[in-house]
């Protein structure tokens, strides 16, 4: 007998409210209950998330290796339409009723191997963080001595946590061709940059969507991505000094580049790559098609 459960997913940063540990709003189809934690759904056959967060990584994987499928939502949009179509007040318990009201077409499956490639890249990007934080440390500090170990350990273990995540993606069906042909005609043979975009960046959004996820739209406001766009940015940066260094200016990325300032040259860059990205993805689902 199937046992399905729709999930309005606690925001960790909001873990305790009043005194109380924040818990997921779950909705069995009769009733609303709690939980702390995902993996009590034990006699679940089928679990609808809204979202998922880095401290719910585990949690699924292990929901995954007991053979329950966990679907999340493609876009969440969809919830805030139908609380403003109903005039319902925005709450944890509103939300897991509303999610059940929504077709399975909008919802997708999460697999292991996915939700493991978004835990590497979380560890990834917080490695990363210390590291760049250590760095500024350093230059505030009147003895740099004592952190420069401190900086060379961090960064082996942010680019051991890059190879395994570009390996995680070369051997995914579904990632491998897109960054494969992002790498291709960016002219880099290796990124870990770009994988996390493809992995990350919903490409099956509309482009102007995208571009307002990333904050490359005029009088951008402070609410986009920032993770996301800094990953753009490092790949932007980085072909950009790749044609300086070594004087490549045959690729047609950077056509109509030199000469310009580096930050304009730079904001040009991650315009183009974000439409490699998305012409790849596209490229990618005709290759789909064609299959079936």
Known sequence: ?????????????????????????????????????????????????????????????????????????????????????????????????????????????????????????????????????????????????????CVRKLRLIRDSYARRIVKEVIKDEKYAPIYTMVCKELGLRYSVDVAILVVRLPLNRKLSRLKGLLGLVPHKSKNYHHKLRTHLTRVAATIYLHSKRFNKTELKILENIEGLPYRKALYMLQKRILKILKRAWQQRQCMLAGRQ
């Open 1 to 149: 007998m199937t046992k399905v459960y729709y999930v309005d997913t606690a925001i960790p940063s909001d873990k305790k409210r009043k005194g109380e540990e924040k818990t997921h709003a779950v909705f069995d189809g009769n009733r609303v209950s709690r939980v702390k934690k995902l993996t009590k759904l034990e006699d679940a056959t089928e679990i609808y998330v809204d979202v998922i967060f880095p401290q719910n990584y585990e949690e699924i994987m292990k929901l995954i290796e007991r053979g329950i499928k966990v679907f999340i939502l493609r876009n969440t949009r969809l919830l805030k339409r139908l609380r403003e179509e109903d005039k319902i007040k925005k709450s944890d318990e509103a939300d897991a009723q509303l999610l059940s009201r929504i077709p399975r077409t909008f919802f997708r499956e999460l697999t292991f191997r996915e939700v493991k490639l978004l835990q590497l890249i979380n560890e990834y990007e917080k490695y990363a963080k210390w590291k760049e934080i250590v760095k500024i440390w350093i230059t505030k500090s009147c003895s740099s001595d004592p952190f420069k170990e």
